[in-house]
């Protein structure tokens, strides 16, 4: 097995499996963080004029279904590997009276045949390809002649100390922490600005923009024991250490991020790359 093969596997076992069911159980705290990257894209899909518009990593369908909303004469799809998320967000899309589909696929190797385009979108899903290049020639060939692309994908973790916060306040109490390889698949996959414009140069993509956002987030904070056990690092880093001691590890990030409430709400911001590019004409 190749390395980009590997990967994939490792990518469909977690978003296919617990990953996918984490995220599922976590939507709305989920749709509440990222809520403000939403409202961009679906701003961006109104203006477009795009009549089929493709949503990529798509999870439980938040950004698909507000770009519905947002640009009613369009065609929304939605694609990702898992599907959990993609079973509630056909569910989401029904309740809602949608114009919208979901794809059970990689968009790295998916074959789209007739299906073409004229404006994609993506929030936080593109970072996770085995074989970036490869995966965004594969979304040109589904692009039309002159179709945009608009992302959003993380920068750095010190441009992200909320996403961070647990990881450090536990550092210490730890005898192994996660391993990060820069430009490697992953939450922070992206942050190298250059890397980005090289892998859209490289899979054909023009006018590349790359430009920093800082976008302020919120969540209730009545949701914010759903964050740290479910989707913040705790789990991931107590399974990696066993012997520590777990109290004073859960004690060390819940007061990390107490830090970010703020009344009844927990707000911190989201250092962004929006990343828009072109197909060819």
């Known amino acids: ?17 617990a990953g996918g069911e984490t995220w599922v159980d976590a939507q709305s705290v989920m749709d509440a963080m990222f809520e403000g990257i939403e409202s961009r894209l679906a701003a961006s899909a109104a203006q ?5 518009i493709l949503d990529t990593g798509c999870g439980t369908g938040a950004v698909t279904l507000a ?20 079973a509630l967000a056909r569910s989401r899309a029904s309740a809602a009276g949608l114009d919208a ?16 385009f004229d404006l994609m979108i993506s929030r936080f899903g593109v970072m996770f390809f085995a074989d970036p290049v490869k995966a965004f020639s594969n979304l040109k060939s589904a692009a039309t002649d ?20 647990g990881t450090r306040a536990a550092a210490p109490f730890l005898d192994e922490m996660p391993k990060r390889e820069k430009n490697a698949p992953g939450q922070f996959g992206f942050e190298d600005r250059d890397y980005v414009h090289s892998i859209l140069k490289d899979a054909g993509w023009t006018g590349i923009d790359i430009t920093p956002e800082d976008v302020p987030c919120s969540f ?7 964050f740290l056990d479910r989707l913040g690092p705790l789990p991931r880093l107590l ?5 520590a001691d777990e109290d004073a590890v859960r004690a060390a990030v819940r007061e990390a991020y107490g830090a970010y409430i703020d009344g009844d709400e927990v707000r911190y911001t989201a250092g962004c790359w929006s990343i828009k590019a072109k197909a060819p004409a």
């Open 48 to 52: 477009s004029g795009a009549s089929r």
């Open 239 to 243: 399974e990696m250490n066993p012997q």
């Open 101 to 116: 589909e979901f794809i059970k696929a990689d968009a790295e190797t998916h074959d789209f045949g007739d299906n073409h």
């Open 67 to 86: 770009a519905a909303k947002a640009a009613q004469s369009a065609h929304l799809t939605g694609i990702d590997i898992s599907g959990p998320m993609l």
């Open 220 to 226: 209730p904070v009545s949701e914010l024991p759903l």
């Open 1 to 17: 097995m190749s390395q980009a093969e590997d990967i994939r596997a490792q990518q469909k076992s977690h978003w296919d499996g």
């Open 146 to 165: 002159g179709a945009i692309l608009h992302l959003y994908a993380w920068r750095s973790p010190a441009d992200n100390p909320f996403m961070s916060a």
